[in-house]
């Protein structure tokens, strides 16, 4: 079992950073490829950024992707991503998720194809 817990969300304005934080435990995440998800109330729950188990291989949603940064660090078992530009619309409750890859090539963008999740941390951003 892999336990993830999320923070620094929080509330700021539009054009500002922030970073999340996402730190696992319970097993090593270093077999594991590492994403963030984000969900609105009534919408679907979005891949927003991966990475790779040993990040070698980064993907982004199309939304993010000029203002985005993933990165993990596999012996604090942590990983992290950097949004900057934000905007309203990036306003939802920001998920970290771990899916088994053993030597993964590939960052999976769909919700089903991961095996971990954690409790999720709100970002609130005002125009």
């Known amino acids: 079992q892999v336990q993830l817990v999320e923070s620094g969300g929080g509330e700021v304005q539009a054009g500002d950073s922030l970073r999340l934080f996402c730190k696992a435990s319970?097993?090593?995440?270093?077999?594991?490829?590492m994403s963030w998800f984000r969900q609105v109330p009534g919408k679907e729950r979005e891949f927003v950024a991966g990475i790779t188990y040993n990040g070698g291989t980064t993907n982004y949603v199309d939304s993010v992707k000029s203002r985005a940064f993933i990165s993990r660090d596999n012996i604090k078992n942590t990983v992290q991503l950097q949004l900057s530009r934000l905007s309203p619309e990036d306003t939802a409750i920001y998920y970290c998720?771990?899916?088994?890859?053993?030597?993964?090539?590939?960052?999976?963008?769909?919700?089903?194809?991961?095996?971990?999740w954690g409790q999720g941390t709100q970002v609130t951003v005002s125009s």
């Open positions: 319970g097993r090593p995440i270093s077999s594991y490829t």
């Open positions: 998720a771990a899916r088994v890859a053993i030597r993964g090539t590939v960052v999976h963008t769909l919700q089903t194809g991961y095996d971990y």
